[in-house]
């Protein structure tokens, strides 16, 4: 006997699942970012004591701002490449292919009918990304401008105070963060 009331289940063809899956890790991955107003607050920057603490600084501040970090160098990459279109072609294209062959797949890589490891797969985006910078001559340009979103990363971390940045106490038992020592405030609980 046919049962007349139920529809069948839609299978979603594979484009729209791999879409899916990419906007799916890419809220995951967005969803650490930071607020930037807790990035940029003009009364939690001041000069490091000594280099430990610069250093203990540009450690905190990294794991704790990293998608922020990221953002702001992809930032700085795509404003100092738009005065150069060939660049910035090239740009978009390598991240693109980084981004579907390798970040965003799920399942191993199938190309008629052989599947790729995925050390394959990193040594030929290694070697297409190279071959590219190389043909259209944006290596310099995209070099440094990575260079130059970096350096305003760095900066920020070692300015930017840790004190106020609340302890995660699951990511310190793993070590992801470091108490400063002497930069402790009611916020902060050191890691024992």
């Known amino acids: 006997m046919a049962d007349y009331g ?49 250093y203990l600084r540009i450690r905190t501040n ?22 150069h279109p060939v660049s910035l072609l090239v740009y978009v294209a390598v991240i693109a292919a980084w981004m579907f062959l390798f970040f965003l797949r799920d399942q191993s890589l199938v190309i008629g009918g052989r599947t790729f490891e995925e050390s394959y797969i990193l040594i030929g985006l290694t070697v297409f990304t190279i071959a590219l910078l190389l043909i259209t001559n944006s290596t310099l340009d995209i070099i440094g401008s990575v260079a130059t979103g970096i350096v305003v990363v ?5 300015l930017r105070r840790t004190d106020d940045l609340p302890v995660d106490e699951e990511a310190a038992a793993a070590g992801g963060w470091y108490a400063v020592a002497g930069e402790s405030s009611s916020k902060t609980s050191p890691v024992s």
Request: hydrophobic fraction near 50%; proline fraction near 9%; charge should be positive.
């Open 6 to 54: 139920s529809i069948p289940p839609a299978s979603s063809p594979p484009s729209l699942d791999f879409i899916s899956r990419a906007k799916q890790r890419g809220q995951s991955a967005l969803s650490t970012r930071r607020p930037w107003r807790e990035m940029i607050q003009p009364h939690a920057f001041s000069l490091p004591l000594s280099l430990g603490d610069a």
């Open 154 to 158: 760095l900066v920020h971390a070692v």
């Open 62 to 83: 990294a794991a704790y701002f990293s998608m922020n970090y990221a953002i702001s160098v992809v930032f700085v990459v795509f404003l100092s490449l738009l005065f």
